[in-house]
């Protein structure tokens, strides 16, 4: 299965999954032409995720004791940029500051 999204800011405007070889040409012929911001993704419950990061967020055990409830009330990793944001500034952060960071640094920044 092949899995493409199309952004629009920060915000997932399209998701398209799919087994069929001609969508399949089809969305790749978008992504390399560079159309409307497609992209093929891996993992579609990753974003805001910088290639040059060392840590993977997807790495990360948000749920240690597998209650299915996160660590010190911190978003799960897949949660929205938003989430992440709000429990960066109860962690002292400024909302600025939190605003300004992809979702991968803010994980980053309140990993300890």
């Given at each position: 299965?092949?899995?493409?999204?199309?952004?629009?800011?920060?915000?997932?405007?399209?998701?398209?999954?799919?087994?069929?070889?001609?969508?399949?040409?089809?969305?790749?012929?978008?992504?390399?032409?560079?159309?409307?911001?497609?992209?093929?993704?891996?993992?579609?419950?990753?974003?805001?995720?910088?290639?040059?990061?060392?840590e993977?967020?997807?790495?990360?055990?948000?749920?240690?004791?597998?209650?299915g409830?996160?660590?010190?009330?911190?978003?799960?990793?897949?949660?929205?940029?938003?989430?992440?944001?709000?429990?960066?500034?109860?962690?002292?952060?400024e909302?600025?500051e939190?605003?300004?960071?992809?979702?991968?640094?803010?994980?980053?920044?309140?990993?300890?």
């Amino acid at each position: 299965m092949a899995i493409f999204e199309r952004h629009s800011g920060e915000h997932l405007a399209a998701q398209i999954s799919t087994f069929d070889p001609g969508e399949i040409a089809k969305h790749r012929r978008l992504v390399e032409d560079g159309v409307d911001g497609w992209r093929e993704v891996n993992d579609p419950r990753v974003l805001d995720v910088d290639p040059d990061d060392e840590e993977d967020p997807d790495e990360l055990d948000d749920d240690p004791d597998g209650d299915g409830d996160p660590v010190d009330g911190r978003p799960a990793v897949r949660a929205p940029k938003e989430e992440w944001v709000e429990f960066a500034v109860t962690q002292g952060l400024e909302r600025d500051e939190a605003e300004a960071m992809n979702k991968a640094d803010l994980i980053k920044a309140l990993k300890d």
